[in-house]
């Protein structure tokens, strides 16, 4: 039979086939072969009647997520909040950043709005996003028309208000939400597992919070490419390997003098590469040790 695992929980994976769900574990083999089964994954499985079924064969994927774990993904809403925590226009980008390289479609959502004594300087850094090309959403009711034929994931980090967004598009889920620790300053995790719920036409996934990201860009030039404006400016670079920090004649350097390249997102890319040169670092002189 083929399907799609709908939620992992606790070894067995839940499989939607033609309307139905089948309960299943992932044989040995996958183990020796080194393959875990995700959220998202397209199988092949076997299932008796009123019996446990077994995965048989799990297909290509078109991406995947480390963190969280979950594959064949159309488009990630970011969630980000106004307020308690504060908007880190640096984590937003990191986000961007690994969804670009993954070749997943961004969507940016601002929650907590309403908390803001004063909303015109999240306007305009929401307008900023905008014209680099992103779609930003600042109500739940703007964010409707995109679920529909996707598979979207909701992913930000812990007490931006994942589950509450989820609860307001779709309260038939009635998924448990967290208030933020006044002490720690952080949301409790409240999400136990990744599954998708089938939401206005489309399937969404509600994620685990974190407070840290995982991505795998490793080049300087896999993540010029992972800023859409900083890929399109980088073709006035007078060389092609141009990192865009130090050379003459840059084309994102010129960008960034006239404005078309906003001064916070190409520091959050100096820090980017800051990061990816150290790890190239930290290797070359581990391999030099053996």
Not at 2 to 10: C, D, E, Y
Not at 219 to 248: G, M, Q, V
Request: aromatic letters at 8%; charged letters at 25%; proline letters at 4%.
């Amino acid at each position: 039979m083929q399907g799609r695992i709908i939620k992992a929980l606790a070894g067995f994976y839940y499989v939607e086939s033609d309307g139905k769900v089948y309960q299943t574990r992932a044989r040995g083999n996958f183990r020796k072969k080194g393959q875990t089964p995700y959220v998202g994954d397209f199988v092949e499985f076997s299932a008796e009647d009123h019996s446990e079924g077994y995965l048989l064969r799990i297909h290509d994927r078109h991406n995947s997520l480390v963190r969280p774990p979950i594959v064949n993904i159309d488009q990630a809403v970011v969630i980000m909040s106004a307020k308690e925590p504060d908007f880190n226009a640096n984590l937003l980008d990191r986000f961007l950043v690994l969804l670009e390289n993954k070749s997943i479609e961004p969507v940016v959502y601002i929650s907590k709005m309403d908390l803001l004594t004063d909303q015109q300087a999240m306007a305009m850094i929401a307008q900023r996003y905008r014209q680099i090309g992103y779609e930003v959403i600042l109500s739940p009711e703007d964010l409707l028309p995109l679920l529909k034929d996707k598979v979207t994931v909701f992913m930000g980090q812990t007490g931006v208000g994942k589950s509450t967004l989820l609860n307001k598009i779709a309260p038939e889920l009635a998924l448990e939400t967290g208030a933020i620790s006044d002490s720690l300053g952080r949301g409790r995790h409240t999400t136990r597992a990744v599954s998708f719920y089938n939401v206005h036409g489309g399937k969404i996934a509600d994620t685990p919070g974190f407070s840290s990201l995982d991505y795998d860009v490793q080049t300087a030039e896999d993540l010029s490419e992972s800023f859409p404006e900083i890929r399109k400016a980088s073709h006035d670079c007078k060389f092609r390997s141009c990192s865009h920090t130090h050379e003459p004649s840059c084309g994102v350097k010129q960008a960034l003098e006239d404005d078309v390249i906003w001064q916070s997102r190409y520091d959050n890319y100096l820090q980017l590469l800051s990061e990816i040169d150290n790890r190239r670092e930290t290797y070359a002189k581990v391999i030099k040790r053996k």
